[in-house]
């Protein structure tokens, strides 16, 4: 009996003593890239058509951000603001620029990543999906940026397809058996990107680690396991075949393939990925990491509109005009969803105006790590733990497609100035997001004293680039 107590106390000592290594122990901090998904297309920001009880369930024990704008409208310069806490007028890489034969332009070596300074404040970091910010051993490849353990797609021309015909592990090419040639698809590598992500949890649970779940869903081609999720909308939408790039010895590894029923398929991708979510959210709390994680949701750009896609039909921009490639509020403004036991209060929604450059800053001081001047973030920690926020002086973005795009936000104020390659076709608008959110009213003429200020901002924001130049600067 005495010898039982014994035990009994040294178990109850050990449990106690795992509790509070938990409470002491530094976040995991868990950060969920959807691509292409729009700000309407899960339900806690208004969808009706589609289910995404995951993401509901983390909105409910979160914080719901309204006006939170990624880096810009495409993936690869989104992605390099997000990382590096620079907007799209400083950060390396801005626009989607390919390199052959698998790849786009690489982020320099010289910057700073969020996942570097994560590995410098002691966190093991990991990254599953899709990069596209420097090709396979180029000082952008992942693995040369900070993170400790890569799988999925290095290039985001690779990743528009479901079935490809290789994957990355680390460094090492992961040819995908019965996908050769893209002539019989067989692994769907959303999947299998996703157990890995698993595991990465798993195997990381003892050690502060930073997540980064860079899924490509939903975008384009639109192609989905003919499972449950299927089934679920198979027959509930009206429905025109989409014929494109099918697989096949003389398939285009960028392509879209055919799809007798995109409505369905599109709707099965976002719960999929919804799914995906909760895969991970339930990971977390069976290892006892849930109390202790920060988890991050958002989108990289709006909704987009190729291979059979119809954010129309599904309300996808939720109301805002535009959608992929543009930056009116459609294109840039994201779902964003934070929630953190403990820290971050459930079932809030904050409108703090603030964008991908601040995630950087804002784990620095989360991680009490400094962070370079050179960056235009600021953190929003505080409206995270209900403390008084700073507020950004503007907000900018580029676009190096579609004739040069450039936008600046100063408080309610979105300008937007077109055809930036072509003086003589330059063109400005300006809307009141306050009392115009769908920008269907341009202000421009009536309010002179802004625009001026915003063209001012505009040109000081830009930064010129020898790899991105307008069109005028070459």
């Not at 590096?84 to 390919?98: A, L, S, V, Y």
């Not at 300074?117 to 990991?126: I, N, P």
């Not at 341009?442 to 010129?464: F, G, N, S, W, Y």
Request: glycine share 10%; proline share 6%.
């Amino acid at each position: 009996m005495f010898k039982r107590s014994i035990c009994l106390s040294a178990l109850a000592i050990f449990s106690m003593q795992l509790v509070v290594g938990q409470q002491n122990r530094k976040p995991n901090i868990v950060f969920i890239l959807a691509d292409d998904l729009g700000y309407g297309d899960i339900q806690s920001y208004g969808q009706k058509l589609i289910q995404t009880p995951n993401l509901n369930a983390l909105a409910k024990e979160g914080m719901k951000y309204t006006q939170f704008y990624a880096g810009t409208s495409v993936c690869a310069p989104s992605r390099s603001s997000l990382m590096t806490g620079q907007h799209t007028g400083h950060t390396p890489i801005r626009g989607n620029k390919e390199v052959m034969p698998e790849g786009q332009v690489p982020i320099p070596d010289s910057t700073l990543t969020i996942a570097e300074l994560m590995k410098s404040a002691g966190y093991t970091t990991g990254l599953f999906g899709k990069w596209g910010l420097g090709f396979p051993g180029s000082e952008g490849d992942p693995m040369k940026q900070g993170i400790d353990k890569f799988y999925g797609y290095n290039c985001q021309r690779e990743a528009h397809r479901y079935y490809p015909t290789h994957l990355w592990d680390n460094s090492t090419r992961i040819d995908l058996e019965g996908n050769d040639h893209l002539l019989k698809p067989v692994t769907y590598a959303p999947e299998l990107i996703q157990q890995k992500a698993l595991q990465f949890i798993d195997d990381n649970k003892a050690t502060p680690f930073m997540l980064f779940l860079t899924y490509n869903l939903p975008h384009a081609e639109l192609l989905a396991p003919d499972d449950s999720l299927l089934k679920m909308y198979k027959g509930k939408f009206p429905e025109k075949p989409y014929h494109g790039d099918d697989y096949g010895s003389k398939a285009n590894t960028a392509g879209y393939a055919s799809q007798q029923i995109p409505h369905a398929t599109f709707a099965a991708m976002v719960t999929r990925l919804d799914m995906y979510v909760g895969q991970v959210m339930n990971k977390l709390k069976a290892l006892g990491l849930d109390d202790n994680t920060l988890i991050i949701f958002t989108s990289d750009n709006g909704p987009h509109f190729e291979g059979g896609a119809d954010s129309k039909f599904f309300n996808g921009g939720g109301g805002l005009r535009g959608e992929k490639r543009d930056l009116y509020e459609g294109g840039i403004r994201e779902p964003f969803i934070v929630k953190w036991p403990g820290k971050v209060k459930a079932g809030t929604t904050n409108n703090y105006a603030g964008g991908f450059w601040d995630v950087l800053p804002t784990l620095a001081q989360i991680v009490d790590k400094p962070v370079p001047a050179s960056i235009d973030g600021i953190s929003f920690l505080p409206s995270m733990t209900g403390k008084k926020q700073k507020a950004h002086d503007y907000l900018y973005w580029e676009f190096h497609e579609s004739g040069g795009r450039q936008a600046v936000r100063i408080d309610q104020w979105k300008c937007i100035r077109l055809n930036v390659d072509d003086p003589a076709k330059t063109t400005i608008e300006l809307y009141d997001l306050d009392n115009d959110r769908g920008e269907k009213s341009d202000v421009a003429a009536q309010h002179k004293d802004v625009v001026e200020k915003a063209i001012r901002l505009m040109d000081e924001a830009h930064r010129k680039s020898d790899v991105f130049p307008f069109a005028d600067e070459k």
